[in-house]
C-alpha cells in the first residue's frame, strides 16, 4: 500500500507493507477527536465500542512492546490506519490499552490531527464509499457565476446610494458616505466574525490554521454582501424617519437627528440581533457555501451597526451646526400624517401568511 506523508511542504507518497488481514474495522470505533495536551502538542483521542475495546486491547496485548506477539522486542509493532487504500497514519504501540480509550500523539500540525481525525471518523461510517461515477464541470461557469454576482452588487450599491441621496439629500449623502466605511470596514470585519463562528464548532471546515483568518468569498458570500448592503441602507432609514418624526413635531434639526439615533436604536438592534442569531444557527447547522454566507452576512451586520449608529452620529455632529433652524429636507412618497391601522387586520394578515406558507410547501 502507500503512505501519505508530508516531505517539507509537499505531500508524497512511499509504499509501505501491511497485513493483508485488517485486524480492526472503523464500525469499532465510536468517536475520533483532535485535541491538544497541556504542553500545546496535538493529538488525536479514539473511544472504542465494546466490540473494539476488546479487539483493541488484544491487538495492543499482542503487539505492543514485549507483547504476547511481540517477545523480546523493546518497540511495539505500528498498527496502520488505512482509508481507501491509503496509510493516512501508523502509530506505533506502546502499551496494552484495555479500557477503549487510546491516544495518537506525534508531531502534529493542527491541520494534520485534524485530517487523522476525519479519516478514523470517516472509517467508522457504516456505509461504505463506492464509485458510481463523475461528472465535470467547466470552471469558467463558476468565474461567470462570481463575476456576474460581483457586477450585481456594483450596481446594486450604485443603484443604493443614488436613491438615498434622492429621497433624503443631505442625510442619504451621510448615509451613502457610511455605506462606504461599511464596504472597506467589511474585511477586518469578516476576519473577527470568522474566528467568532469557529468557536461554535470544531469540524475541519471551519478550522484548517490560525484562529483570524480571512475567509474565502464565495458565491453566497457574495449574496450575504448584497444583503449587508440593504440593511446598512435599513439601519439608516430607520433613523431619518424617526428624525423626520421628530422635525413634524416641531424640534429643530440637530435635536432631532439625536433624537431619532436614541428613538431607532432598540429597533435597529432587535432587527439585526434575530439576523445575527439566525445566521449563527446557519453557521452550526449548515457546511461549506451556507457558512460562508453565515460569515459575510454577520460581518456585514456588525460592521454597518457600528457605522450607522456611530460613525455617521459623529459626522452629523461634525458638519451641522447645532444652533440649525431650517429643517432637513427629504422627499416623502406617502401623506405624512398616513395611518394605516395594522392591527385591525392583523387576523386576516395570518390567515393570508399561513395559506402562502402551505402553498410553498405543496409546491416545493
Not at 431619532?260 to 439585526?272: C, E, P, S
Not at 434575530?274 to 449548515?286: C, E, P
Request: charged share 15%.
Amino acid at each position: 500500500m502507500l503512505e501519505k506523508v508530508r516531505i517539507d511542504t509537499k505531500e508524497a507518497f512511499r509504499p509501505i507493507f501491511v497485513g493483508r488481514r485488517p485486524l480492526l474495522t472503523g464500525d469499532t470505533l465510536s468517536r475520533a477527536d483532535a485535541q491538544v495536551d497541556n504542553i500545546g502538542r496535538h493529538m488525536v483521542t479514539l473511544s472504542f465500542n465494546s466490540e473494539g475495546t476488546a479487539k483493541f486491547a488484544e491487538i495492543t496485548t499482542k503487539y505492543s512492546k514485549d507483547g504476547t506477539a511481540n517477545k523480546g522486542s523493546a518497540e511495539g509493532r505500528q498498527l496502520a490506519i488505512i482509508l481507501d487504500g491509503l496509510v493516512y497514519s501508523a502509530p506505533v504501540l506502546n502499551e496494552p490499552i484495555l479500557g477503549g480509550n487510546a491516544v495518537i500523539s506525534g508531531r502534529f500540525t493542527h491541520e494534520e490531527a485534524s485530517i487523522l481525525r476525519n479519516v478514523l471518523n470517516a472509517g467508522a461510517m457504516p456505509a461504505p464509499l463506492k464509485f458510481i461515477g463523475k461528472q465535470f464541470v467547466n470552471p469558467t461557469l463558476g468565474e461567470d457565476a462570481i463575476s456576474g454576482a460581483s457586477k450585481a452588487v456594483v450596481i446594486g450599491f450604485i443603484a443604493v446610494i443614488a436613491f438615498v441621496i434622492f429621497y433624503y439629500r443631505y442625510m442619504g449623502l451621510i448615509a451613502s458616505l457610511g455605506l462606504v466605511l461599511v464596504l472597506l470596514l467589511l474585511p477586518a470585519s469578516a476576519v473577527v466574525t470568522s474566528g467568532f463562528l469557529r468557536l461554535f464548532t470544531s469540524d475541519a471546515t471551519s478550522s484548517g490554521g490560525a484562529l483570524l483568518k480571512l475567509p474565502v468569498l464565495t458565491l453566497p458570500g457574495i449574496a450575504g454582501l448584497f444583503l449587508t448592503i440593504g440593511m446598512a441602507v435599513d439601519a439608516n432609514v430607520l433613523i431619518f424617519e424617526r428624525t423626520r418624526e421628530e422635525q413634524m413635531r416641531g424640534r429643530a434639526p440637530f435635536p432631532s437627528i439625536m433624537a431619532g439615533y436614541k428613538r431607532a436604536f432598540l429597533a435597529i438592534l432587535d432587527g439585526n440581533l434575530t439576523t445575527v442569531i439566525t445566521a449563527v444557527i446557519l453557521f452550526i447547522f449548515g457546511m461549506g457555501l451556507i457558512r460562508g454566507f453565515s460569515v459575510m452576512l454577520v460581518a456585514g451586520i456588525v460592521a454597518s451597526m457600528y457605522i450607522a449608529l456611530v460613525v455617521t452620529k459623529m459626522l452629523f455632529r461634525a458638519t451641522m451646526e447645532e444652533s440649525r433652524t431650517q429643517p432637513m429636507k427629504m422627499m416623502s412618497l406617502l401623506p405624512v400624517d398616513m395611518a394605516i391601522p395594522f392591527h385591525k387586520y392583523f387576523k386576516k394578515i395570518i390567515i393570508a401568511l399561513a395559506v402562502v406558507i402551505v402553498v410553498s410547501l405543496g409546491i416545493t
